[in-house]
């Protein structure tokens, strides 16, 4: 038999906590730094648990050489999917695209986000974002993969969209807040459990 007993302040502060560690949980689409792998500097999308290349890990390079070291590195070339998945987790609005860039790394020349993907056509898109962009852009089949992207200029400064797929952690502090929650919801339901007699 159940019974629907009041919410006690016990009871509704633990839901209460459990609410803020799943909202944190879930609100973590975000992007981080990484560690490096295969000497190669990496960031996280939080949000779909993607390890991505750093877009300043290469220069001078074809969109081909570039994709044989991230492939080396056990990176998948991202295509047009892969891509609007990272942007949709990382928009450029205002402060944050400095940020991302940060993050992410861009052309050293310019105030530039940008990277070949794989558009699914005879040459590679370019993917980027400019300073105070309100979104980012896509192109398809735009640079040959045999050609070093905008010549061998002080600008061939465009690296390629690149991921593994990790498993999206969340924060210690998350964790560590739900199971608090749990704690004292189990306490609770201890402590208000009528006795067989």
């Given at each position: 038999m159940t019974t629907n007993l009041p919410l006690s302040a016990a009871r509704r502060w633990a839901l209460a906590v459990c609410a803020t560690a799943l909202t944190a949980m879930s609100a973590q689409a975000a992007i981080v730094d990484s560690a490096d792998i295969g000497g190669l500097r990496t960031f996280q999308d939080l949000s779909t648990g993607r390890t991505w290349l750093d877009l300043d890990n290469f220069f001078n390079k074809t969109?081909?050489?570039?994709?044989?070291?991230?492939?080396?590195?056990?990176f998948t070339f991202a295509n047009t999917a892969d891509i609007n998945a990272l942007f949709a987790s990382a928009p450029v609005t205002g402060?944050?695209?400095a940020a991302d860039r940060v993050i992410m790394g861009g052309a050293?020349?310019?105030?530039?986000?940008?990277?070949?993907?794989?558009?699914?056509?005879?040459?590679?898109?370019?993917?980027?974002?400019f300073d105070?962009?309100?979104?980012?852009?896509?192109?398809?089949?735009?640079?040959?993969?045999?050609?070093?992207?905008?010549?061998?200029s002080i600008y061939a400064d465009m690296n390629i969209w690149a991921y593994q797929t990790t498993a999206a952690v969340p924060e210690p502090e998350t964790y560590a807040l739900m199971l608090a929650g749990l704690a004292a919801l189990g306490a609770v339901a201890r402590r208000k459990t009528p006795k067989a007699g």
């Open positions: 969109t081909n050489e570039m994709i044989t070291a991230a492939s080396a590195a056990g402060a944050q695209w050293p020349n310019r105030a530039l986000i940008w990277g070949s993907y794989d558009s699914g056509s005879a040459n590679a898109g370019w993917a980027y974002s105070g962009a309100s979104n980012w852009s896509v192109s398809p089949n735009i640079v040959a993969f045999n050609s070093v992207p905008n010549g061998n």
